[in-house]
């Protein structure tokens, strides 16, 4: 490593940290005014709110229906991941093991609803589900989460298929095997890690999904997101409190699934797509 | 074909089995039709529909009504260069805060916990960031409280319900999407090639313009367009901390409200072909000027 000991790059790197500083703190700042918020009687005009107390959480928890909410936020993105998981490492097996005909092209294809934003592709897709009747129910919010979700499965896997030795199934295939067994007892406890890893990224995506489950979701089929959403787009109506104890109730959900999410990924994968794999 | 072929048994070529697999279509490879099925269904279907119905308008008229209605009504076509106004500067000063702060986390050792701080915004996402900083840097805030008693200013400032509100959304999401990018760029580049700088007795910053700059130049061309991309189809934001009838009525807005409150599907079709568009021709734009550098590798081989 190159050390400078000059004043300018010392000035420098102190400049640096301050920005990074002052992100942070801004950052924390934002997510502690929420959480205490929440927690406050009455706040206005001052550091600190006047009093305590925990019963902005019951009254959201009435007003915002947030226990169906939360069911159905569970459900819509269990059946994300099981499926995204199904579809996602079938088709990432056979483009790490086979080179065919018009493979650039596929990758292409799944490469594209990664890179397009989910609100450019969203409307065109939201207008398809409602003239098919699916937009506003279960299963058209689930379609409609699953587009960026099955590719990005796809493009995790890749990478992680492709560092197992084929000699592996060769020998699978030479005791017998068929796909099925194969896939049961050879592939799936190699995967497992990379599998493991692409669906807890999913599941994170997935709760926090704002565009595509706004445009399609009905009444019934909010997921907490959306909720959310709608509770700050209707401020005034309801308590500040009471919108920022769902608020907590949504950065829980998530966050809980983040640090499960982190022990098994570096934090740049949630960006970066499998770039720094560890070696297995 | 059997009485020009009288001994099938030799001169029978491979089976359409075996040729499909010569060509590398076989069992193992049927694997991907469900997900390729799945992604012709549900994104290139939709997007062909939509660009096919953005030509039927609702209301009849010409196959191009859609279109000359969006660029003859300022409502309309003042969305592009509202949503450019905000998109073009927060990528670019993402971008280039985010350089030498990656230069720097770069010597860490420890860089998972600034990683996973960073990480939050983007799991968190805009709707709850949106909600934060309406507190945050609202009128009674602790962001304007501090700088009162700082003395820095005498009123409030105005963050929120404006551009600014928006833009400061769209830093908090988008710095960290662009830092980890750029990071991930930064560091594989082959330390070796600095070094070597160094020994010829190069300064830090001529190390920079002539070693890493040259050599990143394609990396930030594609961090730019997939931030620019992200803060380009902003919605949330631009409704809950913005001033969405006036100077952050971005163009997903636009789309939004052609689909949902007027059910003009074929307008909001046109309009998000034309959000697509506009997308397509910055990204063609930057990653054409890519050509222009160096391209070649520069992670560092074994030994």
């Keep these: 490593m190159i050390r400078d000991t000059t004043i300018g790059s010392k000035l420098w790197a102190a400049a640096v ?106 409307i065109p897709l939201a207008t398809v589900l409602y003239r098919t009747g699916l937009a506003g129910t279960f299963w058209g919010v689930v379609a409609a989460n699953l587009v960026p979700t099955v590719p990005f499965v796809i493009l995790v896997m890749i990478p992680f298929i492709e560092q197992i030795d084929p000699k592996i199934e060769a020998a699978a295939r030479v005791f017998g095997a068929n796909t099925f067994k194969l896939f049961i007892h050879v592939l799936l406890p190699l995967l497992l890690p990379g599998i493991l890893a692409a669906l807890l990224l999913v599941l994170v995506r997935t709760i926090a999904m704002f565009e595509l489950t706004f445009l399609v979701a009905g009444p019934t089929s909010q997921t907490l997101v959306v909720a959310l959403y709608y509770a700050v787009f209707a401020a005034g109506v309801r308590a500040v409190q009471s919108i920022d104890a769902m608020a907590v109730v949504y950065m829980v959900t998530t966050l809980i699934w983040l640090i499960i999410a982190l022990r098994f990924v570096n934090p740049t994968q949630i960006v970066t797509r499998a770039k720094q794999q560890p070696a297995h | 074909m059997d009485a020009l072929a009288p001994t099938p048994t030799i001169l029978e070529g491979p089976s359409l089995r075996q040729r499909l697999a010569a060509y590398g279509f076989d069992a193992v490879t049927l694997l991907v039709v469900p997900a390729a099925i799945f992604s012709l269904l549900l994104f290139v279907y939709p997007f062909a529909f939509g660009f096919i119905l953005s030509f039927e308008p609702k209301a009849g008229g010409d196959w191009l009504a859609n279109y000359k209605r969006f660029f003859s009504d300022p409502f309309l076509y003042e969305t592009i260069g509202k949503t450019l106004g905000l998109a073009v500067p927060v990528t670019l000063l993402n971008l280039l805060i985010a350089v030498p702060i990656a230069f720097r986390v770069r010597l860490m050792r420890r860089q998972r916990l600034l990683t996973t701080i960073l990480v939050l915004p983007i799991t968190l996402g805009t709707v709850l960031v949106a909600e934060g900083l309406l507190n945050y840097l609202g009128p009674q805030g602790w962001f304007n409280r501090t700088l009162m008693t700082f003395g820095l200013i005498s009123q409030p400032l105005k963050l929120v319900h404006n551009y600014w509100g928006v833009f400061a959304s769209l830093v908090i999401t988008g710095f960290p999407f662009t830092f980890l990018l750029t990071l991930s760029y930064v560091t594989g580049i082959d330390p070796a090639l600095e070094q070597a700088a160094a020994t010829l007795g190069a300064s830090a910053w001529q190390r920079f313009r002539h070693i890493y700059l040259p050599l990143l130049m394609p990396g930030f061309a594609i961090t730019f367009c997939l931030s620019f991309v992200q803060a380009f189809s902003v919605f949330p934001s631009a409704v809950l901390l913005g001033e969405p009838a006036g100077l952050t009525r971005v163009i997903s807005i636009a789309a939004y409200q052609a689909a949902f409150e007027e059910y003009d599907y074929p307008m909001a079709s046109a309009v998000a072909m034309i959000m697509g568009f506009v997308q397509l021709a910055i990204v063609v734009a930057v990653l054409a000027s890519r050509g222009l550098f160096y391209r070649g590798p520069a992670s560092g081989a074994k030994g």
């Design chain 1, 17 to 122: 940290w301050t920005v990074v500083g002052f992100f942070v703190v801004n950052l924390l700042a934002m997510i502690a005014t929420v959480v205490t918020s929440s927690f406050a009687t009455r706040w206005l005009g001052t550091w600190l709110p006047i009093g305590w107390t925990t019963r902005w959480y019951s009254s959201a928890w009435s007003e915002f229906q947030l226990g169906d909410v939360l069911l159905v936020t569970f459900q819509v993105v269990g059946a994300v991941v099981l499926i995204s998981g199904v579809l996602g490492v079938t088709a990432a097996y056979a483009l790490a093991r086979r080179d065919f005909a018009g493979k650039r092209l596929l990758v292409l294809l799944f490469l594209l609803p990664l890179l397009i934003p989910p609100i450019t592709f969203g």
